[in-house]
């Protein structure tokens, strides 16, 4: 019913900035909250970053200051500027949003595929 594309990883050198993208679509009524998850090899999955559809932000400590969420409703997309990228900040990122289905106008979560980010040099 409804599908998340991401894109925008790759690798890239310490210090570095990539921007992941994330393309909702489907039978979509309305998105809620969408955010960003990484699970790095032998970790479990965590939260980077999420953003209502209001604005509102909420961020991982580890990525504050460095990170910016961002959305455009119109296009059903959210974004990640990552900036200053760390070798810790390897991972796969996933893209989550809560969205409510035109089908039954029932809300729950879907996710993206995931694209890998690597920091290294």
């Known amino acids: 019913q409804v599908q998340l594309v991401e894109s925008g990883g790759g690798l890239v050198q310490p210090g570095g900035s990539l921007r992941l993208s994330c393309a909702a679509s489907?039978?979509?009524?309305?998105?809620?909250?969408m955010g960003w998850y990484r699970q790095a090899p032998g970790k479990q999955r965590e939260l980077v970053a999420r953003?209502?559809?209001?604005?509102?932000?909420n961020y991982a400590d580890s990525v504050k200051g460095r990170f910016t969420i961002s959305r455009d409703n119109a296009k059903n997309t959210v974004y990640l500027q990552m900036n200053s990228l760390k070798p810790e900040d390897t991972a796969v990122y996933y893209c989550?949003?809560?969205?409510?289905?035109?089908?039954?106008?029932?809300?729950?979560?879907?996710w993206g595929q995931g694209t890998q980010v690597t920091v290294s040099s």
């Open positions: 489907g039978s979509i009524f309305r998105i809620n909250v």
């Open positions: 953003i209502t559809s209001g604005g509102n932000t």
């Open positions: 989550n949003a809560n969205v409510v289905v035109t089908t039954t106008l029932l809300s729950g979560p879907y």
